[in-house]
């Protein structure tokens, strides 16, 4: 009997060395005991299969994710913002206007009283109007031409900051999915681990060679795995859904990677990225534009609470006049002058009560409160940067750590399994090792590939943080490896 079951473990070693997966079970095989599927092949079949690679992923993902598509509408818009913003500032405002009376088209009804018909035919004036053209008025105009200037910038950087960002994105997208084939692939190996321990003890049950107690723990073990694949299987797919929407692909698409994640050392100092953030990060970048555009808003408030003339020149207009009576063209500065003139004037108003205070003391001391909040959220925001880069930085320096102790764990926890296995194929241990073993190493495994994930996520949020695409001498478009190379 004992040569019986030396063999029947022999084959069915045998059997499980031959085969990554095991065979679906028919339905009639699915009972209480049965294998449990893990996706119907039927709806597997209607998938939308596609191979790719990280580049594959930036280069459609800048090109066709929505956000991106109105990200350029709105660069050129801010684009013709600035065009009417230089024009209206340094350029006469030249325009050309048709104004005509009402004249008659017909008549409806004829009426009793017709002391003052409408003319049949058109009256009214064709301009070409120069307007006025300010040359001097101490910066009043000039200060919010500026503050106009510089949120127009800012808007056009924030949309170079939004496509980075969403770069960024594509690639973590990428090798977070990545991560949850090999998260799946583990699971894979520790069910199949799992299965086979449990079929053997169902054969070895029946011989009464095994005890109810391991029987039952290998069953339980075995459903236990079986769940947490399906959990992985289950972060797969909702993954592959973000990449899909990412890159506008087809809904439900499932995809093929063809690259691994190649794991690199952060070699960049710390004060090294501080000072590129500090130069660099997009809320500090805000914060400073705020701060100009603070300090001119209290300039210009001083300058309107004071008697400063402004200093213009009438530049004119042609009118053309027609009418029934009417057919001449004139030029005119104003009403009885032609002359172009360069003209002081002085439009100065102090409140006593009301909105804006006392000589409008409220406004002007509401525009040096707004300065010194200004100053208050740069500070703010280059503190908080700092605080973050530091944060991110100690984590990746502590990922690159466990890194290096999950490389030399692993190995030992493998050659540790495979003697407990073999030991308890030949009832020199426990279940209840195996068992332990078997998570521990399943564990680690899972760690090693999630904390190389993690490693580059939190390289990569250490970039946006510092306002970069790239560190000086990495980039994250080459942290990448053929799928023959990854373990």
Same mark, same amino acid.
């Given at each position: 009997?004992?040569?019986?079951?030396?063999?029947?473990?022999?084959?069915?070693?045998?059997?499980?060395?031959?085969?990554?997966?095991?065979?679906?079970?028919?339905?009639?095989?699915?009972?209480?005991?049965?294998?449990?599927?893990? #996706?119907?092949?039927?709806?597997?079949?209607?998938?939308?299969?596609?191979?790719?690679?990280?580049?594959?992923?930036?280069?459609?993902?800048?090109?066709?994710? $929505?956000?991106?598509?109105?990200?350029? $509408?709105?660069?050129?818009?801010?684009?013709?913002?600035?065009?009417? +913003?230089?024009?209206?500032?340094? #350029?006469?405002?030249?325009? =050309?206007? #048709?104004?005509?009376?009402?004249?008659?088209?017909?008549?409806?009804?004829? %009426?009793?009283?017709?002391?003052?018909?409408?003319?049949?035919?058109?009256?009214?004036?064709?301009?070409?109007n120069?307007?006025? $053209?300010?040359l001097?008025?101490?910066?009043?105009?000039?200060?919010?031409?500026?503050?106009?200037?510089?949120?127009?910038?800012?808007?056009?950087?924030?949309?170079k900051?939004?496509?980075?960002e969403?770069?960024?994105?594509?690639?973590?997208?990428?090798?977070?999915?990545?991560?949850?084939?090999?998260?799946?692939?583990?699971?894979?190996?520790?069910?199949?681990?799992?299965?086979?321990?449990?079929?053997?003890?169902?054969?070895? @049950?029946?011989?009464?060679?095994?005890?109810?107690?391991?029987?039952?723990?290998?069953?339980?073990?075995?459903l236990?795995a079986?769940?947490?694949?399906?959990?992985?299987?289950?972060?797969?797919?909702?993954?592959n859904?973000?990449?899909?929407?990412?890159?506008?692909?087809?809904? %439900?698409?499932?995809?093929?990677?063809?690259?691994?994640l190649k794991?690199?050392?952060?070699?960049t100092?710390?004060?090294?990225?501080?000072?590129?953030?500090?130069?660099?990060?997009?809320?500090?970048?805000?914060?400073?534009?705020?701060?100009?555009?603070?300090?001119?808003?209290?300039?210009? *408030?001083?300058?309107?609470n004071?008697p400063?003339?402004?200093?213009?020149? &009438?530049?004119?207009? $042609?009118?053309?006049?027609?009418?029934?009576?009417?057919?001449r063209?004139?030029?005119? +500065?104003?009403?009885?002058?032609?002359? =172009?003139?360069?003209? *002081?004037? @002085?439009?100065?108003?102090? !409140? /006593? +009560?009301?909105?804006?205070?006392?000589?409008?003391?409220?406004r002007?001391? !509401?525009?040096?409160?707004?300065?010194?909040?200004?100053?208050?959220?740069k500070?703010?925001?280059?503190?908080?940067?700092?605080?973050?880069?530091?944060?991110?930085?100690? &984590?990746?320096?502590?990922?690159?750590?466990?890194?290096?102790?999950?490389?030399?764990?692993?190995?030992?926890?493998?050659?540790?399994?495979?003697?407990?296995?073999?030991?308890y194929?030949?009832?020199?241990?426990?279940?209840?090792?195996?068992?332990? +073993?078997l @998570?521990?190493?399943?564990?680690?495994?899972? /760690?090693?590939?999630?904390?190389?994930?993690?490693? /580059?996520?939190?390289?990569?949020?250490?970039?946006?943080?510092?306002?970069?695409?790239?560190?000086?001498?990495?980039?994250?478009?080459?942290?990448?490896?053929?799928?023959?190379?990854?373990?």
């Amino acid at each position: 009997m004992n040569g019986f079951i030396k063999l029947n473990v022999a084959m069915t070693i045998a059997f499980v060395s031959t085969t990554t997966s095991y065979a679906q079970p028919t339905p009639k095989e699915l009972h209480s005991e049965g294998y449990v599927q893990s #996706l119907d092949q039927s709806a597997s079949s209607r998938l939308n299969t596609k191979a790719l690679h990280l580049n594959d992923v930036i280069e459609q993902g800048l090109r066709k994710n $929505y956000d991106q598509q109105i990200r350029k $509408y709105n660069d050129e818009i801010l684009d013709l913002k600035w065009d009417d +913003t230089w024009e209206d500032f340094w #350029l006469p405002k030249v325009n =050309i206007s #048709l104004i005509s009376d009402e004249h008659r088209l017909g008549t409806v009804k004829g %009426g009793s009283n017709n002391s003052s018909p409408r003319n049949k035919r058109p009256d009214g004036a064709l301009s070409l109007n120069f307007g006025d $053209y300010t040359l001097f008025n101490w910066g009043r105009d000039y200060l919010p031409y500026l503050n106009t200037k510089a949120d127009i910038k800012r808007s056009k950087e924030q949309i170079k900051e939004d496509s980075r960002e969403l770069k960024h994105d594509l690639i973590i997208a990428y090798f977070r999915l990545s991560f949850f084939n090999e998260q799946e692939r583990i699971k894979r190996d520790q069910l199949r681990h799992a299965s086979f321990i449990y079929r053997l003890n169902r054969e070895k @049950i029946s011989l009464k060679k095994v005890s109810k107690q391991d029987y039952y723990l290998a069953r339980s073990e075995y459903l236990r795995a079986q769940n947490e694949f399906q959990e992985a299987k289950n972060a797969v797919q909702l993954q592959n859904e973000v990449v899909a929407n990412l890159i506008n692909d087809e809904v %439900g698409t499932k995809y093929i990677l063809q690259d691994a994640l190649k794991y690199e050392l952060l070699t960049t100092p710390l004060d090294e990225i501080i000072r590129i953030a500090n130069a660099n990060n997009p809320d500090t970048l805000d914060a400073l534009k705020e701060v100009e555009n603070a300090k001119r808003s209290y300039e210009l *408030a001083l300058k309107n609470n004071l008697p400063l003339p402004k200093i213009s020149m &009438t530049l004119g207009a $042609y009118d053309y006049r027609f009418g029934p009576n009417t057919n001449r063209t004139t030029f005119s +500065t104003g009403e009885g002058n032609s002359n =172009i003139d360069i003209v *002081a004037s @002085i439009n100065a108003t102090w !409140s /006593l +009560t009301g909105s804006g205070g006392l000589l409008n003391s409220r406004r002007t001391k !509401s525009s040096m409160l707004s300065k010194h909040l200004a100053f208050a959220k740069k500070a703010q925001a280059q503190r908080d940067s700092k605080a973050q880069i530091k944060s991110q930085y100690f &984590t990746v320096k502590h990922l690159q750590n466990q890194i290096n102790i999950l490389d030399a764990r692993i190995p030992t926890l493998q050659k540790s399994f495979d003697t407990i296995l073999e030991n308890y194929m030949n009832k020199r241990t426990r279940y209840i090792d195996f068992k332990n +073993t078997l @998570i521990e190493l399943t564990d680690a495994q899972i /760690l090693l590939e999630q904390s190389k994930f993690l490693h /580059l996520l939190n390289k990569i949020e250490l970039a946006k943080v510092a306002g970069v695409e790239d560190f000086p001498g990495q980039n994250f478009e080459n942290l990448k490896q053929s799928k023959k190379g990854s373990k």
